[in-house]
Structure formats: C-alpha cells, structure tokens
C-alpha cells in the first residue's frame, strides 16, 4: 500500500516555532454504561468543557470502521502514520513494551516457557505460569550455556511470568521465520524452518538455537522447552522529525508508549506517571521541542478492570491537573485517546475516539462538553486518527498549499 | 493511483436533457472572525437562505483533510476528478494563468528574469521586478534573435513584471527537465541538463535555448538571464464531456479559471466578472449546454485581502444576483467554493468548503440558513470535492444503476 496521504504531507511541511501538544488519556472513549452515559460524560470536568466551548470536537477512527485496534495501531495512528501500511511485528511490540533497545540488525520474537514430555510433546504451553524468578533463573542458565550461532548474537529478556523476549542481533538477518508455537497441547513444537520458511537463513539459526535451549533446559521441571512467535525485524520507518518537521518529545511513564515513541525517533523527555506531573513535564517539554507526545495510562487501565467510577476519577484527576498545561499555552492542543476501552466491555474497543483540538482559526467552539456525542456533531467530523496531526499543523502554520 | 471513483462514475454516466448548474463563488469558505462568525453567516443573503430551507447542504473536502489546495487543484476536484491524481505541473497552470493555448506538443515553464553579475552568479532573482514594458521589449529582442532547436518552436509570453511563460513545442518532447533557479543569490543558475535529467533530450534543448538566451541579452542592464522552473507537459485527460456525458459549457471572467476549464474541453461561452453578469450568461448558457460551470472571483480576492466586509458585500451582490440564474430553472444547482479564503488568514486555507445543491428528491430542505455551521450537520455530510458533481448527476437522472 503506497502511503499516499503522508507522502503529501511529508511534501508539505514546513518548521515553524507553534508548539502542538498531543495528549493521548489512553483509552478513553466509551460506550453507554446502562443509561448513565459515557465515562466521559459522566466525569465532572469543568476545565475541558470551558475549552470545549472554544475548541473543535471530533471522532477518531484509529485503524477502521469496526476494527478494534491495539495500543501499537492506537499510537501510530495518532501520531499520523496508517496503522495499515505501519505494521509492526509481534516481536517488536514485545521488545518496545520491556523498552528493550532494538538496532536496525535485530530480529526480535516472543518467547513462551512451556512444559514438553519424554515424546516431545506440549502439555503446557505456558508451563505452569511459572513466577519471574524462576523466569529469570532459566534464562540466566541459557545465556551461560548457549553458543550463539556465528555472525549474530542471541540475546533474552524476562517480560513476566512464562513470557520472555528473543532478538538475534547480526548482519543481513531476515524474519522469514515460523512461528514454533503448535497452539494446543498434545503436539509437538513447529519447526522455525518448515516450509515456506525453508530458504531463510535466519529460520536455521533459530532452529540451532531453540535445539540448542531444549537441550540446556531439558532437567527442568516445568519450564523445559520455549515456543517462538511473532519474529518480526524492527522497522525503518521515516521518523516524526522527517515526516512532519517538528521536533518531538515523548512524555510517558509507561514502557510500550515509550517504546512506541522511540519507533519513530521521538525522545522521551519525561517518566511521569501521574495526572499532575504529566501536565507539569508536557509543559516543561514544550521549551525545546515543538511537539510532545504526553501519555496518560490510567484510563485504559481503569476501562480494562471493568471500573466505570475508576474511570470518571481518573479523567477527574487529568481535569484537575490541565490548567497547568494550559498556562504553558500551546499554539495546538489536542486530546484524545489512541481507541476506546469501555468499562463495560473490560477491553479496548473499535468505538471512534473522542477528540479535541484547541487551535486558532477555528469555526468557532462546538459545544458546552467534551463527550462522545458532543464529538459527533464537531466540526472535525468523523476522521482517520492518522490525520489529527496534519489538521493541527494547518492550525499552526505548518503546512504549504498543494499546487498553485 | 487508480481512479476508482472516476472510472466507476463514467461506467454509469448517461446523457439526458436536465440543466446542472456549478456556481463557484471562489474561496467562499471561511473560518470564525472574532466570535462574529463567517463571511457566509454574516452577510444578509435572504435569496441563498430562502434556497438553503429547501436544499441540501454539506461540506466539501478538496484535495484531502489538512491539506490547503491552489486554484488548480480546488477546481480540478470541484470538476469531479481526484487533484490529486490529476496533477498540474507549474508550468502549465502559468501558461492557463494567462489563457496560453497549450496543445498535446507542448513543455510549459515558468520564467523569471533575473540579473547576472560578470562571474554569472545571480545577483537578483526577478531582476529588479521589471515593469511589464520592458518585459515585453526584452522578450521581442530574444524572438527576434533566438535560433530554435531543430523540430521545436519556442514561445515566450508576458506574465507580469519580471515574469514569463516559455513553451517548448514540438513531437516527442519530455518534461524531465531540471529547474534552472538557484533559489538563493550568489549563486550560478542551475544546469537544466544536470543528474537525473542528463538523459532527457528536451532538457538539452532547454540548455541550448537558456544558453542562446543569456548571450542575447548579455547588455541587458537588469534583465540579463533567466531562470525557469515547474517544465510540464499539457496533460491529455479524459475530458468533461467523455467522463459525464453532459455537454458542458465555462462561464468566467478570469483566465486562470477559463484556463483549467479548458484543461478538461469545456468551451468557454462567456466572460463575466460581475454576479448580475455572471448569473445572467449562466441561464443563457443553460439553453445549449446541460453543465455549467460559472466562476465568481471577487469572493476570494476580499479574502485574500483581508477584508471581511468586502467579502460579505460580494457574498450579498451575488445573492441580489440569484433570481435572474434561478429564473432560468437549471435542474440541479450547486452553490459552493474551490477552497476556503478566510480574511484573517489572508490566503487559502485548508477547511471544508460549504456546498448548496438545490435539487429534486432530496430528503427536505436543511436549514434556513447557508452557512458553514449549517452545512457541517447538512445532509450531503461531508465529502471529497470531487464528489460533488456525481452526486448532482444523480438527482438529475444522469447515473445508471450499478449492477442488478
């Protein structure tokens, strides 16, 4: 798929010292809670309706219409990439979510523990849950005995519980690879270089290794095996700085929206966690930098624990915490979430994400709430996530006019 | 890119009597003006609004959210074809800037006069903006004296002050021709033949013409060189008439605007300025054409002017105007703009343009009003400019069936 629409963009931006700050309150968009409204319309939140009353208000559509994204997809949208041509690798978003540094030579692959008997065959494919010690005493005692094959090395990472990371790291490696996993007990694993994985070198090296670890792990009493999936190699993508001419900053206290950040070569200036302190360090960020990326988590995770008045609170706290954001005075201001996490459903969702975008040059204020059906009827209509940030830099002077 | 759309639409275009009328009130759209609001909903317009309570309204999106168009590509997407699949080279829309009339042979560049010193650096870019006099002198000195390549003739135009239209004409010319302008003083002009163009034949007559050109003028006291940019070839389109099987026919006052229209064969039938003129060759044209397409400039120029009141005065003349097109009864009749011009802006803008289209079989009329807020909850929604014109060939009967 050509990347046309941020081609055009690329052609047309232009630096200029306005400041647009994304606010991504992480999940936040809802369905109806019995009657009662959305998360958002319930929460008392007297700051983001005054801006309301001046600001333009939207829907998001983060992938497409009825496609639930994850909180990669959720991200690279936002921050103006299609998450469709975007696509990354199962092994990288493990890596990014442990912010594990990848290189350009890495190929990188989730790792499960799991249990095999005296055939060979799986009868738990997350042994037993094993805890992170033991998670991490087995992954030492492979590092120790394990001879990487020549010309890449074999680095492992803990993530948690059964689950840990893999990266070969060398030169030319590939990521045509199967993944290992045979998704039932009762079978034996799958071989990395089955058709139509035969003809990759990095697959064979794969092979020699998980041979190699089901030999060192073989006394084990549970975790005595590993199954791969999602090899994937990291990406070179255009980054933020070349695609939009701004100069971005990540403020995020979390490891994968770091992560996600640094894909795209935007440096993480802060690690704040908290409401308060993230208003505090976006506003901080904005001397240097022209745009910043600041994440909030805790309204996702409020929506995944099925916890409405969790929610409410937490979208409270932000609330509470943005005069302090608003002082610093941002050219743009936009927030949003990267999709939906309706409490209701304890998951993310493909509902269309709330948006608001404080801007000059506006077609006046939409309404007297940020919510979902104050969205609706906004004057940034119904769009693709991937263009909210092409609109504010309209709003700020950031882009040429297209032909003469 | 493959024009889907486009090809779908002239699968199902068929000929028949009804009368579509495409009225551009050139950069009619408008953001907010101090809390007063836009041009549109400030102007006292009781004909458009009287129309508005029983039409559709909607929005218009030109080349593509975020994204400010140019003359070019604002009406190349009103006239129902993607701007972004046809695209204009620069040169091209100078020579339709001053209704040059390029054939299927012809390279177009734009030329500035520009002064050399004795090592051949560029001292100033347009020459001191020389009058249009001795423009045109120092024109008639390079015709008289410039030897053509052999199997092209070379055309020179007056532009406007230090500006000028070169035409390459010829069989089998390409346009892969390197601009000549350094973009900066103190440097030399810029070799038209240089890597990738070397293996450009057209490019090599260029050197010698660009050559020729400098010796002629060498005692020029300002005028001494010139420096092209944007070659492009006349595109060969399907045409208006082939794409919609309507007859159509252009109505407007300014080459630019005469000039794209005859990009696409539209003859142009008349060459008014004014609205009660514009209104009037309308309706005549309506008696032997089945589209037409009249062009209003003044709306734009206030805009780009910044002078709201100028704008909502042109907006009103225009509404005085009305009666004598509507008198005429064209079947379908679309009141709308090629982009946005807001006045505080002074220039183009990227928002949605607000469209009228008054029509048979419509599901009632949206409002009391023609106005940006009108039109962002009118029934046409909001969609890609090129739209427009299907949609209007389907209220008049224009548009088969697709499948059974």
Request: aromatic share 6%; with cysteine; charged share 25%.
């Amino acid at each position: 798929m050509e990347d046309t629409y941020g081609n055009l963009i690329t052609s047309l931006a232009k630096a200029n010292d306005k400041r647009i700050v994304l606010l991504v309150m992480d999940g936040i968009g809802d369905c109806d809670n019995a009657g009662k409204g959305t998360a958002l319309a319930i929460a008392r939140k007297p700051n983001m309706n005054k801006l309301a009353s001046t600001s333009a208000l939207g829907l998001l559509v983060p992938v497409a219409t009825a496609v639930t994204p994850g909180s990669g997809p959720g991200h690279i949208g936002l921050f103006g990439y299609d998450p469709l041509i975007y696509q990354v690798g199962r092994g990288v978003l493990s890596a990014l979510g442990i912010e594990f540094p990848l290189t350009g030579r890495d190929v990188a692959a989730r790792l499960n523990f799991c249990m095999i008997d005296a055939d060979g065959k799986v009868t738990d494919r997350r042994a037993g849950r094993i805890p992170d010690e033991e998670n991490h005493r087995v992954l030492d005692k492979i590092r120790k005995h394990l001879k990487a094959p020549a010309g890449v090395e074999v680095l492992f990472e803990t993530v948690a519980e059964h689950r840990a990371l893999m990266v070969l790291r060398g030169d030319g490696l590939d990521d045509n690879i199967g993944e290992t996993d045979p998704q039932a007990t009762g079978l034996e694993p799958l071989s990395p270089t089955r058709p139509p994985h035969d003809q990759s070198p990095t697959a064979a090296m794969a092979d020699d290794v998980i041979g190699q670890v089901r030999n060192i792990l073989a006394d084990e009493p549970r975790a005595n095996m590993i199954l791969a999936r999602g090899f994937a190699k990291a990406p070179s993508w255009p980054t933020f700085a070349e695609r939009f001419r701004m100069n971005p900053a990540a403020v995020a206290g979390y490891p994968m929206y770091r992560g996600v950040a640094t894909l795209f070569g935007m440096p993480v200036v802060a690690r704040p966690t908290t409401a308060a302190d993230i208003c505090s360090e976006a506003a901080k960020a904005m001397k240097d930098h022209t745009f910043v990326f600041a994440h909030f988590k805790y309204t996702d995770k409020t929506g995944e624990d099925g916890d409405l008045a969790g929610k409410v609170k937490r979208i409270e706290e932000m609330d509470a915490a943005l005069p302090a954001l608003l002082a610093a005075k941002p050219d743009v201001l936009i927030i949003t979430g990267d999709h939906s996490t309706p409490p209701s459903l304890k998951a993310h969702s493909w509902h269309p994400v709330p948006v608001l975008m404080s801007a000059p040059h506006l077609r006046g204020g939409d309404g007297e709430s940020f919510d979902e059906v104050a969205c609706l009827h906004g004057q940034i209509g119904t769009i693709p996530s991937k263009e909210i940030i092409p609109l504010a830099m309209a709003h700020a002077g950031k882009l040429d006019k297209f032909g003469a």
